[in-house]
């Protein structure tokens, strides 16, 4: 009889032991392969979320003549002595090294104009990326949607005494445009100017095709900020792309942190499911030991045994990692709706089910070892006494 067919008779015989053991490996593994499931969707889902508080680099053309000022260029007087950039090459931007990093892209166009005798700032906008670069908004009215509607800001809205539903003239010919909301007080330069669609800005600021910044949420995972900037930088020599290094490290640590907890709590769960196999191993030994004696007595060495033990632990942590994978992902995607408002399950992971496999059989080898060493050590007269 070979060793395997031994061992595959050993797991039949003892069904019930054989499930416990099974049972302890895939609890442990479901637990850790939960966890880490469920840590990866709460790393994707505070990903997305935090790429929508604000952008951490900000594309402005290379000047300093320059007065009034919002997201790090400023304007001054009815003209902006200043190389802006054509709108035509913004897809450039999609086209770095690190693109799959890149978040929203926001560009912009800006302007000094003369309304209602008061000088004002106008700010052309890509309406779906703006709102979505600065989801933190907060505003009275709704958010505008057509180039004939406009944004104030809380200080311009003042100034020029309008409401939820004004008309406020601007441009050469005086076009009314409807304000359809008011920005809330933030304490930033969005308190003062008028925010309208980017196109029909460009028409009132005689801009057509022009940009002034370009403002990008971009998380970089596993790759440093500074090499996104000098690579938007070699498509626009002519830029200065600045990297809002305090957005970037705020983001990586809110995730690390999750990340840091998945995996502390992982080793816990590890350090348990080890030692319930070897306690199940060394009860299991202790059982058989009169027929370790007689394995012994009619010839089979220490390696003989040792293997017969192994094997068993080995099919066993195998069938555990399998089963632990299976239900830990299946526990991770009825989870993450409940854990995550709003979350979405990360999707089963490959290399997961890997580790899974590699992680049951490990465990198992390592907590049987030395109730197989001490099985393969057993005195021959000393376990057929107990006969």
């Known amino acids: 009889m070979r060793l395997y067919n031994i061992s595959l008779n050993n797991l039949r015989r003892r069904k019930g032991r054989v499930v416990f053991t099974v049972l302890g490996l895939v609890l442990g593994i479901a ?75 926001a560009p912009k166009v800006l302007g000094s104009l003369d309304v209602e005798g008061r ?38 809205a003042r100034a020029f005494r309008k409401n939820v539903g004004d008309a406020l003239p601007l441009g050469a010919e005086k076009t009314p445009y409807t304000v359809t909301a008011v920005l809330h007080p933030t304490g930033t330069s969005e308190d003062h100017v008028i925010v309208g669609d980017l196109h029909e800005a460009q028409r009132i600021l005689n801009k057509p095709g022009k940009i002034s910044l370009v403002e990008v949420a971009a998380f970089c995972r596993g790759c440093p900020i500074g090499e996104m900037v000098l690579q938007i930088a070699g498509k626009f ?99 993450v709706p409940l854990v995550i408002q709003e979350g979405r399950f990360a999707g089963m992971n490959p290399a997961l089910g890997g580790i899974s496999l590699l992680l049951g059989v490990t465990l198992s080898l390592l907590a049987s070892f030395y109730p197989a060493w001490r099985a393969g050590t057993l005195d021959p007269s000393e376990a057929l006494r107990s006969l």
């Open 119 to 156: 000088p004002a700032l106008l700010m052309g906008v890509d309406y779906k990326a703006e709102f979505a670069l600065k989801s933190w908004w907060q505003w009275d009215g709704k958010l505008p949607v057509t180039p004939g509607d406009i944004l104030l800001g809380s200080e311009a």
């Open 31 to 105: 637990a850790i392969v939960a966890l880490l499931s469920i840590t990866e969707s709460m790393s994707r889902d505070i990903e997305e979320r935090l790429n929508q508080f604000g952008a951490n680099i900000v594309m402005v053309p290379k000047t300093e003549r320059l007065s009034l000022s919002y997201g790090g260029i400023t304007v001054g007087g009815v003209e902006v002595e200043t190389e802006e950039f054509d709108e035509s090459r913004l897809p450039r931007i999609r086209e770095i090294e690190n693109r799959e990093n890149l978040g929203v892209i």
């Open 237 to 335: 020599p002519e830029a200065k792309v600045n990297a809002l290094k305090q957005v970037m490290m705020s983001k990586m640590q809110s995730v690390e942190m999750i990340r840091t907890f998945g995996y502390g709590v992982a080793v816990l769960v590890l350090f348990v499911g080890s030692l319930t196999v070897f306690i199940t191993m060394m009860g299991s030994v202790k059982e058989r030991t009169r027929e370790i004696g007689i394995f012994r007595a009619i010839g089979f060495r220490q390696g003989h045994i040792m293997q017969i033990v192994l094997l068993e632990a080995l099919l066993v942590g195998f069938l555990g990692g399998l089963l632990g994978y299976l239900l830990g992902s299946g526990a991770a995607w009825a989870s």
